[in-house]
């Protein structure tokens, strides 16, 4: 396949100038990552599974999320590792603040945590509803699994988009993420906002530094 691929290429080299043919590469590579992303947005457990090696990822000196992590230091007892940890895994969703926000409402960002109900872990995960579907979607293979924070937060994202798409509304599915507190849904969403603005305000700062 590589040799065939080649000889196309060597073919439409000859018939193109320097500038074509870079152009021709580029539009190529760019191709293949579009398929990349189809292939794995069609497939939910592609989707939103995250590596277990909870890596850290993302610049470490970007001002909003500094800020972020200082909100979070603020309002938890977990050493900035962990914090780290947690919000690179929640970046990792595309929906970072809501994410965030459902953390430190039901768990003060501690992975261990459990509570009297059953909830497990940063996003309070209800095993006895859950943890069938968890595994046929393949983002968890047992439920020790749900004290893993990369894991936990796959899996949180995974019962809200569900709901959201039960739904088509945000609050109805909070309300239905935590089994039908309407004070819930309003916390998360004041936490969530909390978080939009710590950043959004370090921005600010940040730019009107260099403008300056």
């Not at 043919?21 to 947005?41: E, S």
């Amino acid at each position: 396949m590589k040799n065939v691929i080649r000889a196309c290429m060597k073919r439409i080299g000859k018939r193109l100038s320097p500038v074509q043919y870079i152009l021709v590469v580029l539009v190529g590579l760019i191709g293949l990552r579009l398929v990349y992303a189809v292939t794995v947005l069609s497939d939910p457990a592609k989707g939103t599974f995250f590596p277990s090696s909870d890596h850290v990822m993302g610049d470490e000196t970007d001002p909003a999320k500094q800020a972020i992590l200082q909100l979070m230091k603020e309002n938890s007892e977990m050493p900035e590792q962990v914090l780290t940890t947690i919000y690179n895994a929640a970046a990792r969703t595309g929906n970072r603040d809501l994410i965030l926000a459902i953390c430190l409402v039901e768990s003060n960002f501690n992975p261990q945590v459990k509570s009297h109900k059953g909830a497990i872990g940063l996003m309070g995960i209800m095993p006895g509803v859950w943890l069938d579907e968890l595994q046929e979607k393949g983002i968890i293979r047992k439920k020790e699994d749900l004290y893993k924070i990369s894991d936990n937060i796959t899996a949180g994202a995974h019962v809200l988009g569900t709901y959201v798409s039960e739904t088509a509304d945000l609050r109805k599915a909070l309300i239905r993420y935590v089994g039908g507190a309407s004070w819930y849904a309003t916390k998360v969403l004041k936490v969530q906002r909390k978080i939009e603005l710590a950043q959004s305000s370090q921005q600010h700062v940040s730019f009107s530094v260099v403008e300056d």
